[in-house]
């Protein structure tokens, strides 16, 4: 096993990773920007380098700057969390030639996932769900305009390079085709410097649905079933859960067999994401694949009572997976604690926090970074804590959820605990049956947006 590891992020994730380490025996080296001087992953790292300014393409996604200091160090090994350089190719690339192991994918399974129309062009071809749409990118309006008759209207135009919603346009019929598929491409030249999309049918009111899953190196590849991702607002997930409500024996059973179908021709290795769109119906396509940790993952790890980051960590390492999957046991409710006004469209809200209490108890963890007086810096997400939640079933969850909601203290900033109040109250999210539209719906409501 690695003697040390380099964590080349901040915030919660960084001392999430350096939690894992301690336990495992491993020493841990945190980078910090400047302005990071002051938080708790700088304090509870073995060692600590600070490799620039505040901005994050000054410090962060600094890549010489990095790899030096885990020279420097004698870190055998870098955790790259999530964002960041995370899904960077070129990163991996460069930890590989400098005799570092990349605790995340090889470039090449960083740029093949990274372009989502090559990914499900992949997926498909190796009998993995997927939305019917082209096969591959669409180069030109006239081929677009008859892939969509084919497919029927609505359809959605997306970015390969995209993600996330940027370079997406939803077209209802033949005469915004055109229009729209110009926008898409250049909002993705504009934003990836990539103008490829690719066509799809509209898939109306969708739960986004994603399956956990870890490959080590003897090819054995797991999921560890599913989170529901639904409650979004922009494309910035509030709300995760698992299991997802809709979710069966059997329909767990069929997308997680595709899911480790998908990962398993791809010769997957490590933690990943298999992301699916679901329909009313219960239909199910792959939609993209994370090659990373997410932000969600602890609502996965309760309910299996599972270390992701430890499995993570022993499959680079070269060891085989740990903890083998199982049935989930409970349910899990994730809630992220942003520094943001929900009565101002989210707007993130940095600066000091003057009193902070975290809630407690049975069933109750908080993944954070944060502590009474620590000044939020604006250079940064707004993403103060994770809320996550554990009962033996969904009510109970959500009465826990509402308790622990209740006890969550923070004053000197808004941040989306108001909110998330709310949202415990909503008989729609109560009832369990809601798609990716709840979170427009309720705001609109609430005249808020
Ligand atoms: C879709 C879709 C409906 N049909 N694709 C949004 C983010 C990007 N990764 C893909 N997205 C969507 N793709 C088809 N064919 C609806 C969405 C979508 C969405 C997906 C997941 C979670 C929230 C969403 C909010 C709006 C649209």
Redesign the pocket.
Request: hydrophobic share 30%; glycine share 16%.
């Given at each position: 096993m690695f003697k040390k590891i380099l964590i080349a992020n901040r915030g919660e994730i960084a001392l999430r990773i350096i939690r894992t380490c301690k336990e495992l025996g491993v020493k841990t080296v945190a980078v910090y920007s400047e302005a990071d001087k002051h938080s708790l992953h700088v304090t509870f790292a073995d060692e600590a380098v600070c490799i620039g300014p505040a901005l994050s393409k000054d410090s962060y996604l600094k890549i010489p700057v990095i790899i030096s200091a885990a020279q420097i160090t004698g870190a055998e090994a870098i955790h790259p969390g999530y964002g960041f350089l995370a899904e960077n190719a070129n990163f991996s690339e460069i930890c590989a030639e400098s005799g570092i192991k990349f605790i995340g994918p090889s470039p090449e399974m960083i740029n093949m996932m990274g372009n989502k129309a090559n990914a499900k062009e992949t997926m498909r071809r190796n009998g993995v769900p997927v939305?019917p749409g082209s096969d591959g990118v669409v180069t030109n309006v006239i081929d677009g305009k008859a892939i969509a008759h084919e497919i029927g209207f609505p359809v959605?135009i997306k970015a390969s390079a995209g993600?996330?919603?940027k370079g997406?346009r939803i077209v209802q019929d033949e005469s915004e085709f055109e229009n729209a598929f110009q926008t898409a491409s250049s909002e993705a030249v504009a934003s990836f410097g990539n103008g490829e999309v690719y066509i799809?049918?509209?898939?109306e009111n969708?739960r986004?649905i994603e399956f956990q899953i870890m490959g080590d190196q003897f090819g054995n590849v797991y999921h560890y079933g599913e989170r529901d991702?639904?409650i979004?607002r922009r494309?910035q997930k509030l709300i995760e859960e698992s299991p997802s409500p809709i979710m069966d024996a059997e329909l767990r059973r069929k997308m997680g067999e595709a899911a480790v179908l998908g990962a398993k021709s791809v010769n997957y290795e490590g933690a990943g994401t298999i992301e699916c769109?679901v329909d009313k119906y219960k239909n199910f396509y792959f939609?993209?694949m994370n090659t990373r940790i997410q932000v969600e993952h602890p609502v996965t790890e309760a309910v299996n009572q599972v270390d992701l980051i430890r499995q993570q960590i022993l499959v680079a390492g070269g060891e085989k997976i740990e903890t083998m999957p199982k049935d989930p046991i409970g349910h899990a409710i994730e809630f992220r604690i942003n520094a943001e006004d929900p009565e101002k469209g989210f707007r993130p809200n940095p600066g000091k926090i003057e009193s902070l209490h975290f809630p407690g108890g049975f069933g109750i963890r908080i993944d954070s970074h944060v502590y009474q007086s620590y000044v939020i810096p604006p250079h940064y997400d707004s993403l103060l804590a994770k809320l996550i939640v554990w009962g033996t079933d969904r009510k109970i969850a959500i009465k826990r959820a509402r308790r622990a909601m209740e006890e969550f203290t923070v004053e000197g900033v808004k941040t989306t605990i108001p909110f998330h109040l709310e949202v415990l109250e909503n008989e729609q999210f109560l009832s369990g049956n809601f798609d990716?539209s709840f979170l427009d719906n309720f705001l609109k409501e609430k005249n808020i947006n």
């Open positions: 939305i959605i993600g996330g919603g997406m799809e049918k509209y898939l969708p986004h991702c639904s979004q494309h769109l939609m993209e990716t």
